[in-house]
């Protein structure tokens, strides 16, 4: 029952109760900027566009572009402009990957020499890159891996090829090589076996022999 | 505290060299030609030039629009006007004839390509005139302060209905909440999350749909707003779900708003009220409104129709600019 006077009672109760809460971060729509990272359906989020849209006398919104950090789909959202959205912790770093043990790959951050496993989905197609001691930029939610990209360029030996056909040069044909970490890359004609390569991770395309 | 001095040093240094202005110098000269040629229009018409205060102790009720405070050291506050609109009718009920303005209007938390929370408005009162009228005169006007960069000057005219039918198919003299929501789903708009109002998907649609598929040749005109849409419009003499409103449009982009006044003071009183209502039930800040403005209202407005243009998008219209900074001196994230 509220008798006059208890309003304080309950200020103090509901002040006392926010405290207790954990701290949760959030962003209001007038605070949006492109790369700002959100929790949309508690999925971390990354905006990619935002548009205020207002009719003179009506109701004003945030057109936005979000691309969803864990499946990387884009989608179109709106909020009323005003709104606050939950902030997502989420941020890029530097960690060296260590090894995988077939469900997980283990990175460990240089400076602090703390370690964290990253899943496959986290991982993808990067995984082929990968062999070990490559400095890799890990996004983090939470502190937990979401997306692992490879270095730009990552050297690395042919273990299977067909051999090179002599006479033919530096012109021409291309061929399919097994790197050791199983990726499979196209090289030209001339490149061996046991030659150590390197490749752009990004195009997944041959870039020259390594350098001795 | 050591820990902060960088982080303050960086923001100074970013300040410092992010002094210039946003408006190159020859966008400048161009604005002060497009205010000379305002003044000669007017001018030329015998509209009297007025100035009102820019700081009142009442504000815009109208919930979708937030004044700025200015705080009294004394802890008192006044509200930084949102428009002219109520001391300009002040000004036509005490007999003043046909006025004109341009003004600094400021409002809270609008920012973006087209929208600075200060920014110049042109408004100007016409007696005798109704809703064709002005538009013609609008269309007057913005075609002679654009007329050296080549646009086409023909003028198009439709009703709200007549654009709603056609981009989404639907009344919005009838539709319902549900209806429209679909209809917006379907072509690509996701409502906001939560219970929308149908006033909201309304704007919504406008501003995404509508206004979108309009040709970008040539100024357009809305007019006939639903009546939950009135804001100081008087209803339609003949339907009561109209209200005598309009918008001018070009390229998709918003420019004049106008109405035939309403000069009833219980009509405006009524939607003080319902304002204020919907202020509380969203948990917007509460304003005081306008009694002066009633008491005006109630001494007499003469008939007229009267119209605020936004005179920095004109500049950027007649400029070609895409974004407000470019024709500001200093835009809100400069100043």
Known sequence: ?212 | MLANKPAQRSLATGLRSNWRPGAALDILAARAKMLAAVRDFFAARGVLEVETPLVSSAAATDPNIESLRVLDPAGAHRYLNTSPEFAMKRLLAAGSGDIYQVSRAFRAGECGALHNPEFTLLEWYREGFDLQGLMWEVAELIASLVQDSGLVAEAAYHTYRELFLETLGCDPLATSVSDLGERLKKAGIAPPAGECGLDELLDLALTTVVLPALASDRLIFIYDYPISQAALARSHPGDARIARRFEAVYGGIELANGFEELADPDEQGRRFQNDLELRARRGLAAVEQDERLLGALASGLPSCAGVALGLDRVLMLACGLQHIDEVLSFSWERA
């Open chain 1, 1 to 212: 029952m509220l008798t006059k006077g208890s309003g304080r009672g309950i200020m103090r109760a509901l002040q006392q109760h926010l405290r207790n809460l954990p701290y949760m971060a959030s962003y209001s729509t007038n605070e949006f900027r492109s790369g700002l990272k959100i929790l949309l359906d508690g999925d971390p989020c990354a905006i990619i566009e935002n548009e205020f849209v207002k009719p003179g006398k009506g109701q004003a919104f945030n057109r936005v572009k979000i691309r969803n950090l864990k499946t990387g789909r884009v989608v179109d959202k709106t909020f009323r402009s005003g709104e606050s959205v939950e902030a997502a912790d989420v941020h890029d770093t530097q960690l060296q990957f260590l090894y995988s043990d077939g469900e997980f790959w283990h990175f460990m951050d240089p400076e602090t020499f703390s370690q964290c496993q990253a899943d496959k989905n986290a991982v993808g197609d990067t995984a082929q890159w990968l062999k070990g001691e490559e400095q890799c930029q890990v996004t983090l939610w939470n502190d937990v891996p979401l997306i692992v990209v490879a270095p730009k360029f990552v050297e690395l030996k042919i273990t299977e090829t067909d051999p090179g056909v002599r006479g033919d040069t530096a012109q021409g044909g291309v061929k399919p090589a097994t790197l050791e970490t199983g990726a499979v890359v196209k090289v030209p004609l001339f490149v061996e076996e046991d030659e150590v390569i390197k490749v752009d991770t990004r195009s997944g395309e041959y870039v020259s022999r390594a350098r001795e």
